[in-house]
């Protein structure tokens, strides 16, 4: 699992993950995930068009996310998902936080809506 | 098509990684379908982390094994240990509507291999546990 990070916009936190949030993978980047995703009102934008695969324990590391990131009132998209991974967050109640197409209208999306989360 | 896989997994993590890729490419070779794929790839890691997470007081090596088959437009997958008595269908489901502040962290592995399979079994035979998934490979 590869952690990538970028600002857009100076304030979008673009989180890419690429490869499998298995156990192995998940132990990998949680830290610096959870990290990128406090502050005050932090904007993020985890992208898993290349993550092939999310385990439970991968599914845990999104949910503590997004709750880090909405105790600190800020919003959060899980962007680009494949139909498998989709279908998995879908199943574990995080089909709100799906956000598909480009990432700058990701991060747009975000600026327009804070409370997206 | 009728074409079968298995493999013995330790019950130690260090196991684990070698197993997952052992599988994928097994799935990759025979094109098994994504979703099939993604519920095998599931079912090894949730229920072989169960296993040595909560299905052993000892320290003693134990041997989870793993049986995959594509048969008659069916993938069906077994996962079968020695461990504690557990019957994954009797855990309780999580809601996954609660606002996302009271939402718990676990309980999502399980929950995720009954949604995906289209047909889950258990049974507690000769001291072991056996999980059966079913899956359609082209709905």
Known sequence: MQLSFAE???NVRHLKLAGNL???GTLAVETKVLAHCGGEQPRVLIDLAETRFVSSLGLRLLLQSIKTVAARSGSISLLNP???VAGALEI????????????TAAAAALKSNPSVS | MNTGYSCDVANNFDALPAAMAGLSRWLEEQSVAPAASYLASLALEELVTNCIKYGYDDTAAHVIQIH?????GEMIM???????PFNPLEQAEPDTNLPIEERPIGGLGIHMLRKMSDRMEYVRENGKNRVTLHKILNP
Request: no cysteine.
């Open chain 1, 8 to 10: 857009i916009d100076g």
């Open chain 1, 22 to 24: 298995d156990i192995a």
């Open chain 1, 82 to 84: 494949s139909i498998p």
């Open chain 1, 92 to 103: 574990a109640g995080l089909a709100a936080y799906i956000f598909r197409g480009a990432e």
């Open chain 2, 78 to 84: 077994t996962v079968e240990d020695d461990g504690h």
């Open chain 2, 68 to 72: 995959l088959q594509l048969a008659g």
